[in-house]
């Protein structure tokens, strides 16, 4: 059985709305309680220009931030990894009467680079330790200012390549891990390591993801999604994370899961996906 690497992206939504109780703090704890009660581990990639911005600005009001530093600190404690997730449209968010709005793309640029130390800063002031793994802002590319940044920083384990989906077409589609240079979607000797994102294909009856999504009412029917769909641990049954997981040739395998997305069924569907599997952290996958 291979072992699981499950990756978690602690975020409110895109645009910067949506309440950090309801969507971040409140579906981290209880994956939490149930990762302790199984003996895994998780790493969990925080968007931590978000939550900086949040804190600075005053809003929301501190106790959400306070029992997510709180966790963090429970997390790492425990065995888990904290992992820097960067969304560069925190750059341009202002608070609104109705809450955050972010603005602009989620795809990193050159000049993002700015970010990566504000980002790492906040993470080692809310768990006490400096992140060693990272993953880009809508699973997109990471251009090399940002890459040099993160190798300043200390930040050598990348987890943003979905193979087979944009913009990571050619990266290889049956590899555990490998090492970069400069372009995490190819091999080469270099610092960083990559650790992608398992992605499985979507058969043409429909039937992964469309008729589960719809059972659990996240989205609606689907019936022509087409191409590679990431190993989704918030929306899939645990047999089908099951037979997407056991497909892959070698090595752990990588999922992902967001806990703005988080439900109590997929609580229930990940428990029975990760018994009798074996769950690291993504640095240690990483072989660092
Ligand atoms: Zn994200």
């Not at 925190?90 to 000049?111: C, I, K, Q």
Request: net charge positive; with cysteine; hydrophobic share 45%.
């Amino acid at each position: 059985m291979r072992q699981l690497v499950l990756t978690v992206d602690v975020e409110v939504r895109g645009d910067g709305s949506g309440s950090v109780e309801g969507l971040v703090v409140r579906p981290m704890r209880r994956l939490l309680e149930v990762a302790r009660r199984d003996g895994k581990v998780v790493t969990w990639f925080v968007d931590a220009l978000g939550f900086e911005r949040m804190e600075r600005e005053g809003l929301p009001k501190r106790s959400p931030l306070e029992a997510l530093t709180q966790l963090l600190r429970e997390a790492v404690a425990a065995g888990d990894e904290v992992g820097l997730h960067l969304h560069p449209q925190w750059r341009l968010a202002r608070p609104g009467m109705f809450g955050w709005r972010a603005r602009g793309t989620d795809v990193l640029s050159d000049r993002d680079a700015d970010l990566v130390d504000p980002g790492v800063a906040w993470i080692v002031g809310a768990c006490g330790r400096s992140p060693t793994c990272f993953r880009a802002g809508g699973l997109g590319p990471l251009p090399v200012a940002v890459l040099e940044a993160l190798g300043s920083a200390g930040v050598l384990v990348d987890s943003s390549v979905a193979p087979g989906r944009s913009p990571w077409l050619r990266a290889p589609v049956d590899r555990p891990s490998w090492n970069f240079q400069t372009n995490p979607s190819r091999p080469e000797a270099g610092p960083f390591v990559e650790l992608p994102i398992a992605v499985g294909a979507v058969t043409a009856r429909g039937h992964w993801p469309g008729r589960l999504a719809t059972a659990w009412g996240v989205r609606r029917w689907r019936p022509r999604v087409a191409g590679p769909a990431l190993l989704d641990a918030a929306r899939y049954a645990a047999s089908d994370l099951a037979a997407v997981a056991d497909a892959r040739p070698v090595g752990p395998v990588v999922a992902i899961a967001h806990t703005k997305t988080w439900t109590e069924r997929a609580t229930r569907e990940v428990a029975a996906f990760w018994t009798g599997r074996p769950t690291l952290t993504v640095t240690k996958a990483a072989g660092l």
